[in-house]
């Protein structure tokens, strides 16, 4: 039965006292009996995944987003294993930090504890559902989502199995709900909900971020889109550029970690471009270039500088030219969206410059921008990428999802 926004605020508050109460054994016990129901109903899920998968591509849905959208036996093994790598990682909730005497006899610590109750709002990744209730529930905290209608019957029969899972455990099932009414309506008011939500997570593309930290009343983490660039130095080793650069834009398309822009040094395009492109090409990888690009090999569409600042989630690449590892780092800083960057040189001092002067959440040196997600950091899932520079930044784990409490011990003190 579809429940109101004020009946989903309610069940919330009842179970945020329950959750925040789990011991850490009960609640690793609940993320392995969830991972194996999941790939025990992989049939069903993918049965309802097909639905939306259909209705995506009769609406013309791009590539890039179909690709975002599928649910397939590994894809599900996938979600399962990264709730088996939160049971491995060590519970935040509870540790007790920075335990100080101050003159007056007084002990004053931190305590970390959960968020409470945290809204999501993401688009068609129903892998996000089973991220988020991970990663909130480990941690001690309710999660509501509100996932894109695209994938409405892939969120639906995900939460359901969580949530049947979570009952036969004897666990509130309220521990995580979805809003299953689809109108954008229903998401401007959710944002609007501050009287039971306590943070609000944006996971999607630009518009939405946008449209989220414009017009929330609920504090917000802002996750970011992926304009993600990669700088071939003059000393590159070039075999080893081109395998990155293939794996960072071709490997999958439709990630805000994809590679949609290279720079590349003057003194190696000559040599780069012939060989990226023919490797390209094994993808029909579109090459938007500027004029030393275009000259250094045929078939190079003209960049515009809308190119510079775009977020394809398509087979483009755009393709600029600088004379110094300085100009490259300037137009990475002007055009990156804060999201991952990476160098490939042979040359310690201009590897250490990138990673000290590139301002980004993830800055690599000699591998693809494709790792920054949760699972290969080592967090198990993720609930998102932060862009932003308050509270957590990069892949968003367990500690993310949690803030601190100040605890005081006394013995009867007064302040005069």
């Known amino acids: 039965m579809r429940r109101t926004l004020d009946e989903i605020g309610s069940y919330a508050r009842a179970a945020k006292p329950e959750i925040l109460l789990l011991q850490t054994e009960k609640k690793n016990q609940a993320l392995r009996a969830v991972a194996e129901a999941l790939k025990?109903?992989?049939?069903?899920?993918i049965s309802e995944n097909a639905k939306d998968m259909q209705a995506g591509k009769e609406n013309g849905m791009h590539q890039g987003l179909l690709d975002r959208l599928l649910l397939t036996e590994e894809r599900i093994a996938q979600m399962a294993?990264?709730?088996?790598?939160?049971?491995?990682?060590?519970?935040?909730?509870g540790e007790v930090f920075s335990m100080k005497k101050r003159p007056n006899g007084l002990l004053i610590g931190q305590k970390r504890v959960p968020l409470g109750i945290v809204g999501i709002i993401y688009e068609s990744r129903p892998n996000v559902t089973a991220d988020a209730f991970g990663l909130c529930f480990k941690t001690g905290n309710v999660v509501v989502l509100k996932g894109g209608s695209d994938a409405i019957h892939?969120?639906?029969?995900?939460?359901?199995?969580?949530?049947?899972?979570?009952?036969?455990l004897g666990i509130t099932e309220d521990a995580i709900q979805l809003i299953e009414d689809t109108d954008r309506a229903a998401t401007t008011a959710f944002m609007k909900r501050k009287d039971f939500l306590d943070v609000l997570i944006p996971r999607g593309g630009a518009g939405?971020?946008?449209?989220?930290?414009?017009?929330?009343?609920?504090?917000?983490?802002?996750?970011?889109?992926?304009n993600c660039h990669i700088y071939v130095d003059e000393s590159a080793d070039l075999d080893m550029a081109i395998d990155i650069i293939f794996n960072a834009k071709t490997q999958r398309i439709g990630v805000c970690n994809a590679c949609e822009s290279l720079v590349v040094h003057e003194n190696?395009?000559?040599?780069?471009?012939?060989?990226l492109k023919a490797r390209l090409d094994e993808k029909q990888v579109e090459i938007r270039g500027?004029?030393?690009?275009?000259?250094s090999v045929d078939h190079i569409v003209p960049a515009t500088e809308e190119d510079w600042g775009t977020e394809y989630l398509d087979y483009i690449l755009s393709v600029r030219t600088v004379s110094s590892i300085d100009e490259a780092i300037a137009h990475i800083n002007r055009y990156n969206t804060g999201h991952s960057e990476a160098i490939i040189t042979r040359d310690y001092a201009n590897?250490?410059?990138?990673?000290?002067?590139v301002d980004a959440a993830a800055v690599y040196v000699n591998a693809s921008t494709r790792f920054t997600?949760?699972?290969e950091f080592g967090f198990g899932a993720e609930i998102g990428i932060s862009t932003q520079k308050l509270h957590a930044r990069g892949p968003m784990g367990l500690m993310a999802l949690t803030t601190t409490k100040y605890i005081i011990y006394g013995n009867g003190q007064i302040r005069d």
């Not at 025990?40 to 899920?45: E, I, T």
């Not at 892939?154 to 036969?168: D, F, K, M, Q």
């Not at 500027?290 to 000259?295: A, G, I, L, S």
């Not at 590897?351 to 000290?356: H, M, S, T, V, Y």
């Open 40 to 45: 025990a109903r992989a049939d069903y899920l």
């Open 351 to 357: 590897a250490q410059k990138f990673l000290e002067e």
């Open 208 to 226: 939405l971020i946008r449209a989220v930290v414009e017009n929330s009343t609920v504090p917000v983490i802002e996750t970011g889109t992926g």
């Open 81 to 93: 294993e990264g709730l088996i790598q939160l049971v491995a990682l060590e519970d935040p909730i």
């Open 373 to 375: 997600d949760g699972f």
């Open 268 to 275: 190696a395009v000559k040599e780069l471009m012939p060989r």
């Open 154 to 168: 892939s969120n639906i029969a995900i939460v359901n199995v969580i949530r049947e899972t979570l009952h036969e």
């Open 290 to 295: 500027d004029e030393k690009v275009r000259e």
